[in-house]
């Protein structure tokens, strides 16, 4: 557990840090110990929630690897978010939930062009309902690999977590694992596998962002998997 204190600390998360380690320290000054303690947690917490942990990306080409933290919380067929621009056959959709007490890093589930960054304003409705996949506060982005295929990866706000924060742009290139966002305090992740991609996940399994091998694209010419940490 130490060693997730140990870590670098998401920039972003600096000034939630230092407000609550200022509230910690005027509780202490004025000796008010019964607001000191929770303070503390809350403190403690806060640098645990935005920890940065550098990650070893596996660079198989033909892999899809976590785009976040946390537990597959369902496997369904779904016709993804218009905006994604992946047709309105239904997909592979894999959600993954994240608690308040996992890494909220997103990272690029492949190499690629991101050619679709697409927000859309909605309802804050429990991540671990399936409805939040279509009505929750989303932001969806469309990578285009260099074989042409789409790979749809959605980030959707939850019942606490009220603010998507989105790094990358149409037009920009990103490799494996490369983070292009984070979600603050609990949230969901969708990934959308295309057409022919073998699914190595299943519901109740945890994933660690940027490493967890999710699904095949090419199953019969996969190759040997190597990783660089980052």
Known sequence: MLANFLVPILADGWRFIALFAAATFLAALTGVAWLFWPLMVVTLWSIYFFRDPPRGVPQDDGLLIAPADGLVQMVVDAVPPAELGLGDKPLTRVSIFLSVFDVHINRSPCAGTIEVVAYRPGKFLSANADKASEDNERTALALRRADGRLIGCVQI??????????????????????????????????????????????????????????????????????????
């Open 157 to 230: 706000a939850g019942y606490v977590a009220r603010r998507i924060v989105c790094y990358v742009k149409p037009g920009q290139a990103v490799v494996a694992g490369e983070r292009f966002g984070h979600i603050r305090f609990g949230s969901r992740t969708d990934l959308y596998l295309p057409e022919g991609a073998r699914l190595l996940v299943s519901p109740g399994q945890r994933m660690i962002g940027g490493e967890t091998v999710m699904a095949e694209l090419d199953p019969a010419v996969s190759g040997p998997r190597t990783a660089i940490e980052f």
